[in-house]
């Protein structure tokens, strides 16, 4: 049997799985491996904190891992350090490791887009910059309306709407500031101090700055995982343009003419088992406002009743429930038969 590596956090706990009991406590283990068992894997779970780079090599070795969504993400900074550790060794990473260093850093998921969707599939181009010093810089770039957001947060949280290119420097100026009082004392001191010196900025939080979709009703949360695409309809709250964190959603089976097709086209280009999408369409042209490869929620597989899968050319509507460690497990598979790793 081929060995796979699956690393846990500290609590124990591998993936977002939000509905198990405890609630939150991730993927059930033991179902992984059996699931992992049928197709001729031995799964071997580590902590992160049981990685040893002085004593352990995992070079050429699959690795699967989860990330943190822990407050101030401190935590995940630790996951991030073990993770690019080894992929520095030459494990093999599942996904790779700038998916993880994406999650739930905006910034980098725009550089990303950027470095993978060259021919702006996805609909969306952004800024991302660092102060309020680049934003003045860039200022002359800013379309009339943009949505802003910050590097951190999820559900709607951390993003606005700006309306005007002032507008746009107020907002920033409310989410930016980086407050050291003591060091912003001592910078001043030096300013008076010196001729020349140049203090530094006191809006250091890192943003990005989106092209906005007008007249937006809804978008679609669309879970991939290998062949099988579950797909969540997200209204726009009242007198709002998000419709992430709105709570107000339904499982339908009307989609768009082409949803499904655009959504396996961003997979293709990606290239990882499983993926999240947020899809939006105006009419005339679907865009895709953010992506996650790791460590996403996972109600909308969690609750669904129904799954689509492309037969030949068409799109097929599966009633089942699905079990996420099946289904999971099923997309990590499938991947590594692809790509060939079983054969490294």
Not at 274 to 299: C, H, W
Request: with cysteine.
């Amino acid at each position: 049997m081929q060995d796979i590596y699956i690393l846990t956090d500290y609590k124990d706990y591998f993936g977002s799985k939000q509905q198990s009991v405890p609630y939150k406590s991730g993927m059930n283990k033991e179902l992984m491996t059996e699931y992992f068992k049928d197709y001729g894997f031995k799964t071997n779970y580590l902590s992160f904190s049981d990685i040893d780079f002085n004593h352990m090599d995992y070079a050429g070795k699959v690795v699967l891992y989860t990330s943190s969504e822990d407050k101030g993400y401190h935590y995940k900074s630790y996951i991030d350090d073990i993770v690019f550790g080894l992929s520095c060794q030459g494990a093999i990473l599942i996904p790779d490791y700038r998916f993880l260093h994406a999650n739930n850093n905006k910034v980098f998921m725009e550089i990303l887009r950027d470095l993978i969707d060259k021919e702006n599939i996805t609909g969306i181009r952004s800024l991302y910059l660092g102060t309020l010093e680049d934003l003045k810089k860039k200022i002359n770039l800013i379309q009339t309306k943009m949505v802003i957001k910050t590097a951190r947060g999820a559900m709607s949280s951390g993003v606005y709407l700006a309306k005007s290119r002032k507008n746009t420097l107020r907002k920033y100026k409310k989410i930016g500031r980086t407050r050291y009082l003591y060091a912003e004392l001592w910078d001043l001191k030096n300013y008076i101090k010196h001729k020349g010196f140049k203090m530094d900025s006191m809006f250091r939080s890192k943003f990005i700055l989106q092209n906005f979709v007008e007249g937006l009703k809804h978008d679609w949360k669309i879970l991939i995982y290998g062949r099988k695409y579950y797909v969540l309809q997200r209204e726009v709250r009242r007198k709002d343009f998000r419709a992430s964190g709105s709570g107000i959603f339904k499982f339908t089976q009307q989609l768009p003419e082409g949803l499904l097709d655009y959504a396996r086209k961003i997979f293709d280009l990606f290239n990882v088992p499983n993926l999240s999408l947020d899809i939006a369409f105006d009419r005339q042209k679907f865009y895709v406002f953010e992506f996650q490869a790791v460590y996403f929620g996972t109600k909308t597989i969690e609750n669904a009743s129904f799954y689509f899968m492309k037969n030949n050319s068409s799109w097929e509507v599966i009633e089942e429930k699905s079990c996420l460690e099946k289904v999971y497990v099923e997309s990590i598979v499938q991947y590594i038969n692809q790509t060939g790793i079983q054969n490294l």
